[in-house]
């Protein structure tokens, strides 16, 4: 117990700070977009999630970086906070 009331919450990037107002939950028109994020969370490859939304791997490649982009992340690392802290998920 000792370890959690020490513990620092991971949110921000050294140096950057997150805007909520960047991007919300109604900026993820497509619904694919919600079961990208969370594919991609729970540790399928590019290649697995194309597969299973029957998009090619390059498409995939390329709504991971619009969302990645929409987020202001800059790695996919940073996307799935993002995502959690903007309720995307």
Do not use: C, F
Request: glycine share 8%.
């Amino acid at each position: 117990m000792s370890l959690w009331r020490s513990a620092m919450q991971l949110r921000e990037a050294l140096g950057r700070r997150v805007d909520p107002n960047l991007a919300s939950p109604k900026d993820l028109a497509d619904p694919a977009d919600r079961e990208v994020l969370m594919l991609l969370l729970a540790g399928y490859t590019d290649a697995a999630v194309a597969a299973r939304l029957g998009i090619g791997l390059r498409t995939m490649q390329r709504r991971v970086r619009r969302l990645m982009d929409l987020a202001g992340a800059d790695s996919r690392v940073l996307l799935g906070w993002h995502a959690r802290d903007r309720g995307w998920l």
